[in-house]
């Protein structure tokens, strides 16, 4: 469900595509549901949905559009259309829910087939309900309704159990009673916990199961919102790596986005960013006000430290990348050390461009390579050099001065 417009967002981006901990918000249900092995992934969109579509194109899913606003429940009937003949499961979740975890998602899918229930519900219970929707139960504890906050009475915001918004329902029950449900509420919208009510009447078997955590439940309808969520996801993305095998010495000035894979016993210092799909092994040494961006990988026992960026590139084991520098679309080998201030200039002004480093490399402080170019196995640059662009440093070689030119060797006085 991702087609609202997201009016408190005050933006011109979809509010799917508003990046949660370096990610559209979206995409964290997509992974769910790769992870789940779901038949067939169909997404409503509709408030800038080219801009949705675009951004996931390539993606194995159905784009759906709805044509006017007028609804969670008007949205879920557009999807007859691919699902006609589908007597199986669906699983409905909304695209501004990226905390919503694929171990609850699972659950809910084994509790709805176990239970053989006509629609089973993912909850929370909250000391704080205030902005969600509410679960009503009657007297034997049957779910008999959702209540949306705008719609609650008294009694009914006092309810601590909350929807998080996350249903599996079984397709011919979903269908029907997606047909029965009306407009008549504060918005002149088609809800689609309006379907509970119509189930309950009916006396459906309606079952629920609760998130990992009340979290789960945060939808991003704003942009403190946002960056609550980003607070969360990090505070997960740490937690899951201290518990093994890397030590991060300050979680609270520490961001680690979700794709990351990092080796036994490193180390990662305060004021670290590390962002998109970054590789690292074992024994680095990272920050501290390192930021290592996507693409990026770091063999063993790797050492980047103060003010140093890193994209798209790969650093082989051993190397050292201490200060103030910027390694850009370059590929270093092993055991080469970068002095402070050094910069791969690699964009020149239309293209990306490579600069290769060989092993046991030494590059002075304050040296600027301008890519293309490649320096030579154990060569070294002086203090401040300038290698221009495919101006490749031969292998053993010392060149200084700009533009970096090859040093002589002093004849030994017989």
Do not use: W
Request: glycine share 10%.
């Amino acid at each position: 469900m991702a087609a609202g417009e997201g009016k408190r967002m005050k933006s011109d981006i979809p509010k799917v595509l508003h990046r949660v901990a370096g990610k559209p918000m979206l995409e964290y249900m997509l992974e769910a549901f790769r992870q789940l092995e779901v038949k067939k992934t169909i997404v409503i969109v509709g408030h800038k949905a080219q801009k949705v579509k675009e951004a996931f194109k390539g993606e194995r899913i159905k784009a759906l559009r709805q044509p006017k606003l007028l609804g969670s429940g008007d949205a879920l009937r557009l999807t007859r259309s691919v699902l006609a003949n589908f007597r199986g499961d669906v699983l409905v979740v909304y695209g501004d829910t990226p905390l919503v975890s694929y171990e609850s998602l699972k659950n809910l899918i084994q509790s709805h087939r176990a239970t053989q229930a006509a629609c089973t519900i993912l909850t929370a219970v909250t000391k704080n309900p205030t902005g969600f929707g509410r679960i009503v139960r009657g007297e034997d504890n049957r779910i008999a309704t959702i209540v949306e906050e705008q719609e609650a009475d008294t009694y009914e915001k006092a309810i601590g159990e909350i929807n998080v918004g996350a249903y599996c329902f079984k397709a011919k029950e979903l269908f029907l009673s997606l047909k029965e449900i009306k407009p008549d509420n504060i918005k002149k919208e088609y809800y689609l916990t309006d379907t509970i009510k119509v189930l309950s009447k009916k006396r459906a078997k309606i079952e629920s199961v609760y998130a990992r955590d009340e979290e789960e439940a945060l939808g991003v309808n704003s942009r403190y919102a946002l960056s609550q969520a980003g607070a969360i996801i990090n505070k997960r993305n740490i937690e899951k790596l201290s518990s093994g095998e890397v030590t991060v010495v300050d979680p609270a000035t520490t961001y680690l986005y979700a794709d990351l894979e990092v080796g036994r016993d490193t180390i990662i210092y305060p004021h670290t960013v590390i962002e998109g799909k970054v590789k690292i092994g074992r024994g680095c040494r990272i920050g501290p006000f390192a930021h290592i961006r996507s693409g990026t990988i770091l063999q063993d026992n790797v050492h980047i430290g103060n003010f140093v960026e890193v994209v798209r590139s790969k650093v082989g084991s051993g190397s050292k990348i201490k200060h103030h520098s910027y390694i850009g679309d370059t590929i270093v080998g092993k055991d080469v050390n970068i002095g402070a201030g050094t910069i791969t200039a690699n964009y020149d002004g239309k293209n990306k461009n490579t600069t290769f480093i060989d092993e046991g490399v030494f590059i002075g402080v304050g040296t600027i390579l301008i890519a293309p170019v490649k320096i030579g196995k154990r060569a070294a640059t002086g203090a401040g050099s300038v290698v221009i662009k495919n101006r490749n440093v031969p292998a053993g070689a010392t060149v200084a001065g700009i533009p970096a030119k090859i040093l002589k060797k002093k004849r030994k006085k017989r």
